[in-house]
């Protein structure tokens, strides 16, 4: 029966202790708060004026410094991936090393001070890179059975394949396509050796363009022919008999072939009229991010801090001061 009550005992104390404890905890928090009560009425004037201070610059930094995001969408056409990614690198070296010289006088930008950054990022389109191409399909397929299908699409083996991609560039105020856009797109268009890989290749498409209509032509006539033999209006020793139906749908199959083929060869004749064809222009969206237009709220909050550190380090100096002297 001792021990019994002798545990109890012990309970009742452990217990007391720690509720003596907590006690204590937020007697603290209610001294500190109390404290700090204190202090901002002792210095409520420092306080205002520190408010109001960092109100009236947070306002004027808002006002003078701006920050605006700009997007270029391009196709780099002719193999000209690789190319593209090395020359938005090489402006965003010089940008990094404030060479504003070489982004005036090279690339041809009218205000290179304004320009802050540069980059580039495929746009992920997985699905029209596939439709591109069977071997694109047979790609990714094979790549997708030893890996995730989601890394792989953004890997930049694939990624840099994409038809699209994005050139976001950043300036400190509003810019315009003369001033930026224009020279960027000619510095980048600017290659002799891709000069003549686009000639070549414009060359070809409109030779097989005349291929195609000459053929679509024969078949037209082919098909009037038998047409003009169904209907027994006309006869032709030259006409070419049909056993079976499934042959005049092979021809009319080939002929629907050639007209859509037709289709994206005047298609390609617009989009390969440069070498990065620009797509999509976006300029001067006003960023907002991070601490961008946010300095009026911020600064006021910043310079009452510090005041509150400096006085919470002016009472622990005075604190451990009257320790040392006692």
């Known amino acids: 029966m001792s021990a019994t009550s002798q545990n109890t005992e012990d309970q009742e104390i452990d217990l007391s202790q720690i509720s003596k404890k907590i006690g204590n905890f937020f007697e603290k928090i209610s001294t500190s708060i109390f404290r700090g009560?204190?202090?901002?009425?002792?210095?409520?004037l420092w306080v205002g004026i520190l408010f109001i201070l960092g109100l009236g610059i947070g306002l004027y930094l808002d006002r003078t410094t701006k920050v605006y995001d700009n997007e270029i969408i391009v196709s780099p056409n002719f193999g000209s991936i690789d190319y593209l990614y090395a020359k938005i690198e090489l402006i965003s070296s010089k940008i990094n090393d404030n060479d504003t010289i070489f982004l005036k006088e090279i690339v041809g930008i009218k205000e290179p001070k304004k320009?802050?950054?540069?980059?580039?990022?495929?746009?992920?389109?997985?699905?029209?890179?596939?439709?591109?191409?069977?071997?694109?399909?047979?790609f990714v397929k094979?790549?997708?059975?030893?890996?995730?299908?989601k890394k792989i699409v953004k890997e930049n083996l694939t990624s840099k394949n994409y038809p699209y991609h994005l050139i976001s560039f950043t300036t400190d105020?509003?810019?315009?396509?003369?001033?930026?856009?224009?020279?960027?797109?000619?510095?980048?268009n600017n290659s002799d050796y891709f000069k003549i890989i686009q000639k070549e290749y414009l060359n070809n498409v409109k030779v097989k363009m005349i291929q195609n209509d000459s053929i679509?032509?024969?078949?037209?006539?082919?098909?009037?022919?038998?047409?003009?033999?169904?209907?027994?209006?006309?006869?032709?020793?030259?006409?070419?008999?049909?056993?079976?139906?499934?042959?005049?749908?092979?021809?009319?199959?080939?002929?629907d072939e050639l007209v859509n083929e037709q289709g994206s060869h005047r298609i390609e004749?617009?989009?390969?009229?440069?070498?990065?064809?620009?797509?999509?222009i976006t300029l001067n969206i006003k960023n907002t991010q991070a601490i961008n237009g946010k300095m009026k709220f911020l600064l006021p909050l910043l310079f009452i801090a510090i005041f509150i550190?400096?006085?919470?380090?002016?009472?622990?100096?005075?604190?451990?001061?009257t320790k040392l002297n006692s």
């Open 269 to 280: 004749l617009v989009n390969f009229d440069k070498i990065v064809k620009d797509n999509s």
């Open 37 to 44: 009560f204190l202090f901002f009425k002792r210095n409520i």
């Open 142 to 149: 094979l790549l997708a059975e030893d890996g995730d299908i």
């Open 309 to 321: 550190l400096v006085g919470y380090f002016k009472s622990y100096y005075k604190h451990q001061m």
């Open 216 to 255: 679509i032509s024969q078949i037209n006539g082919l098909l009037n022919a038998f047409s003009t033999t169904a209907n027994g209006s006309q006869k032709s020793d030259k006409l070419v008999y049909y056993n079976e139906n499934s042959q005049l749908n092979e021809v009319i199959k080939t002929k």
């Open 173 to 188: 105020k509003q810019t315009s396509n003369e001033k930026t856009v224009e020279p960027l797109l000619n510095f980048l």
């Open 115 to 138: 320009l802050k950054k540069i980059e580039i990022i495929p746009i992920t389109d997985v699905y029209k890179f596939i439709n591109n191409s069977d071997k694109n399909f047979e």
